[in-house]
């Protein structure tokens, strides 16, 4: 249920928190640019309690939240969400362009990269420290130490850094060396590492599942909020379809399907999408003109020696070469790189 209010006085919200709250629901306060509403997320059934706080005077209305997902829903909020990472903002026409390895490999692979996304002109910087990997005999990521090179890259270039976490154990390792959480396609349902992230209030950067539906990726958004976390940036990765001759199945209408059901952030990521690195230029200017908030790109200095995913990764060049090329479609959607 959303709560309207009618006035936008501390001690009004705080009295409907209180009241919500002592009802048994989750409050999560929203303020927009013309009003602030109180959603009362929890179990359906009290929901009668709820429409009697309309008798109050400094509530509006009270009114359902139709959709399954309330807090990524339009309905408690029309404005975009601009996400914080580090001092880069995500969303509502600030356009992000996150550069870096599939993996960190090493300290001058990672310091390297890092300048190379830097001088190009990406504004966060990316790098794998636990790998989901098909094999268990496939490269598996530095873990810890590929997390303090990678923290210490970011801080050399003045890059923020993603970087995933796979299991509810990693997070607090994770949260103190990046600046924002990346969960991976593979674990997009995984209810239990969504809610330990959702109890961060560092920003989540929510890959979608190769087989989930939009619906269902917004629901995991939505564990994610549920928790108290409202700084979700989604990002479109490439679904399983027929299809053979790339390794996934770039869903470009996710975006503006998603627009419409939600106030978040869209990002993609059009090298796990393509799997080999020359359909990542032209996949990136349709991301732009799809109306994307940002991209996702891995990036090597040189490709043919990555521990994972060198067929899809930009050179340097390419990758400087590439954000160039992406200036005037920026520039027609509206959207800027800070
Ligand atoms: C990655 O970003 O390196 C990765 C493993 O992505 P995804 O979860 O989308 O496969
Ligand atoms: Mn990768």
């Not at 309309?54 to 309330?70: G, M, R």
């Not at 001058?108 to 190009?120: D, G, P, R």
């Not at 939009?214 to 490439?238: D, H, K, T």
């Amino acid at each position: 249920m959303i709560i309207i209010m009618a006035s936008r006085e501390k001690k009004d919200v705080d009295h409907v928190v209180e009241k919500v709250e002592a009802f048994g629901y989750r409050a999560h306060i929203i303020e927009g640019v013309e009003r602030t509403v109180v959603a009362a997320v929890g179990d359906e059934r009290g929901k009668e309690r709820l429409h009697a706080l309309e008798s109050l005077a400094h509530v509006e209305q009270v009114v359902p939240i139709l959709k399954p997902y309330k807090l990524a829903g339009l309905q408690v909020k029309e404005e975009r969400t601009v996400v914080s990472c580090g001092s880069v903002k995500i969303g509502g026409g600030n356009f992000c362009i996150v550069g870096g390895p599939c993996s960190v490999e090493s300290r001058e692979q990672i310091l390297e990269t890092a300048e190379i996304c830097k001088k190009a002109g990406a504004n966060i910087l990316r790098g794998g420290a636990y790998k989901p990997r098909t094999s268990p005999y496939s490269f598996q990521g530095m873990e810890e130490e590929g997390l303090i090179l990678l923290e210490e890259a970011g801080k050399a270039f003045g890059m923020p850094v993603v970087t995933e976490v796979m299991t509810v154990e990693q997070v607090p390792l994770v949260e103190k060396h990046a600046d924002m959480f990346q969960i991976g396609a593979r674990n997009m349902q995984n209810f239990g590492l969504l809610k330990a992230v959702g109890k961060s209030r560092k920003p989540v950067f929510l890959k979608r599942g190769m087989m989930s539906t939009i619906q269902e990726f917004l629901m995991s958004a939505e564990y994610i909020m549920s928790e108290g976390n409202p700084n979700v940036v989604l990002c479109e990765r490439g679904i399983r379809t027929f299809e053979t001759e790339t390794r996934n199945t770039l869903d470009i209408q996710a975006v503006p399907v998603l627009q419409k059901h939600t106030h978040l952030p869209v990002v993609i990521d059009p090298s796990h999408a393509a799997g080999q690195w020359d359909l990542v230029a032209p996949m990136s200017k349709a991301s732009v003109a799809a109306g994307a908030d940002g991209l996702m790109i891995e990036v090597h200095p040189r490709p043919e020696e990555a521990f994972s995913d060198g067929p899809q990764s930009l050179k340097p060049q390419r990758f400087a070469d590439l954000v160039n090329e992406l200036k005037p479609f920026l520039e027609l959607m509206g959207q800027k790189v800070s």
